[in-house]
């Protein structure tokens, strides 16, 4: 064999398996490009899914917080009903204790 045929094959060769290695990779990548959709879709359908258990949560949140505030009002009126009370008791005692 002549060194030049020799040079002919070999690079035959190295293109042939350049060519499978192309193809494998442009298959490889086609499986990256299914399987990024597939997580995409996975990570939109979670996104509804937090969303749909935040709604209810967040209504929630405020119920809590107007009971929270109606409470206090009504804290508030007791307070202002109990000093009235007080004040009132005080001013009777100072009547009777002034002769």
Known sequence: M????????IIALLS???????????LILK??????TKINE??????????AVASPIVGASG???????GVKAFKAIKGLKDND???KKVSHTEEEDTP
């Open 63 to 69: 119920a809590i917080s107007a009971f929270t505030e």
């Open 2 to 9: 002549d060194t030049q045929t020799l040079l002919v094959i």
């Open 31 to 36: 499986e990256v490009r299914t399987t990024v």
């Open 16 to 26: 042939a398996n350049l060519i499978f290695v192309g193809i494998y990779i442009v």
């Open 85 to 87: 009370k007080k004040k």
């Open 42 to 51: 996975i990570l939109d359908s979670a996104s509804a899914v937090s969303s």
